[in-house]
């Protein structure tokens, strides 16, 4: 599947279970089957730049996703 920028998908597999990540803590987590994240960037080559967050909007983990490690939760308005 095709993800576009701002799209919400869920981890559904990890081919990397450990990755370079970023985020607000350091060390920042490494993501889980089944976080959700917002897609920031498609990167090309069906990677994806994906960003999650908690509630008030603090980032946990900003991390680089192959589209079959992802599941569609909900595509962004007017797309």
């Known amino acids: 599947m095709h993800f576009q920028p701002d799209d919400t998908v869920r981890v559904v597999r990890l081919t990397e ?4 990540v970023t985020g607000s803590s350091d060390p920042a987590p ?3 089957i089944g976080d959700t994240a917002n897609v920031v960037a498609d990167i ?5 730049l994906l960003e999650s967050c908690t ?3 603090v980032t ?4 680089e996703f192959a ?3 992802l599941e ?7 797309d």
Request: glycine share 10%.
């Open 60 to 63: 946990l983990w900003m991390a």
């Open 44 to 48: 090309g080559d069906d990677l994806y």
């Open 55 to 57: 509630d008030d909007g």
């Open 30 to 32: 490494q993501p889980r």
């Open 67 to 69: 589209a079959e490690e």
């Open 17 to 20: 279970p450990d990755r370079e």
């Open 72 to 78: 569609l939760v909900e595509r962004a308005p007017g």
